[in-house]
């Protein structure tokens, strides 16, 4: 069974369009984000979710949210798509207190056109 | 200045070589120390921990330099399957969800 899963893996899309990207994870982990990792490859934190707390990286557009339904998913919803925002998102899970390891989904694949 | 830094590469390396990654980290306060390897088109998967008195597993080497803010990765004996982006990662503690800050990577191709 996939630990962290998230869809769609593909995602082409129009400027303009609304759209969201689902995570799920059934480590019964504590703690979830959302990375993002643009062409250069370079791995950013977007969010984290913790017990209902929201961390923001404050160089995210407030045109991405994310939203938890429950512990075991954590989506992320994206408004007014720009083709800045072309690039691979991750879904992490993380095992709160000690629990150092963090695992990723397979990775969502967004290009905006 | 970056949080975490890496050399770029690529490093390309014949097969049986010994490589060599260094990463820096800028947070005096980073708390735990990790590499990640990332196949193309793929997620980034855990390789190992870094503890402070270096650990190894297997062929792969792992040193923790606090007073420089560095970690290395030493892979000896290079295999074709070692080729793919090696992400070095940092956390800081200071919240409650110890967010992991990674560097850019340093992609190895590992040749016949």
């Known amino acids: 069974d996939t630990a962290v899963s998230q869809t769609p893996k593909y995602l082409v899309t129009q400027m303009g369009n609304d759209k969201s990207i689902k995570c799920e994870q059934n480590l019964g982990h504590d703690t979830m984000y959302w990375y993002k990792q643009d062409s250069k490859k370079f791995l950013k934190i977007m969010f984290s979710y913790n017990n209902k707390e929201l961390i923001i990286n404050e160089t995210v557009p407030n045109r991405f949210s994310p939203k938890s339904p429950d512990k075991a998913h954590l989506n992320l919803h994206i408004n007014s798509l720009e083709l800045g925002d072309s690039a691979v998102y991750f879904c992490?899970?993380?095992?709160?207190?000690?629990?150092?390891?963090?695992?990723f989904g397979e990775g969502s694949w967004l290009t905006v056109v | 200045r970056k949080e975490v830094e890496q050399d770029p590469g690529p490093f390309n390396v014949p097969e049986g070589a010994t490589v060599a990654f260094n990463c820096t980290y800028s947070n005096s306060a980073s708390q735990s120390f990790f590499w990640y390897r990332q196949d193309c088109r793929k997620e980034p998967k855990l390789l190992m921990s870094?503890?402070?008195s270096g650990n190894e597993d297997g062929r792969f080497t792992a040193q923790l330099n606090r007073a420089s803010q560095y970690i290395s990765l030493l892979i000896r004996d290079s295999k074709l399957s070692d080729s793919a982006t090696y992400l070095c990662?940092?956390?800081?503690?200071?919240?409650?969800?110890?967010?992991?800050?990674f560097g850019k990577g340093t992609k190895l191709s590992v040749k016949p």
């Open positions: 990662a940092v956390k800081i503690y200071g919240g409650s969800q110890g967010n992991l800050i």
């Open positions: 870094v503890y402070s």
């Open positions: 992490a899970s993380r095992q709160g207190g000690s629990g150092n390891t963090i695992y």
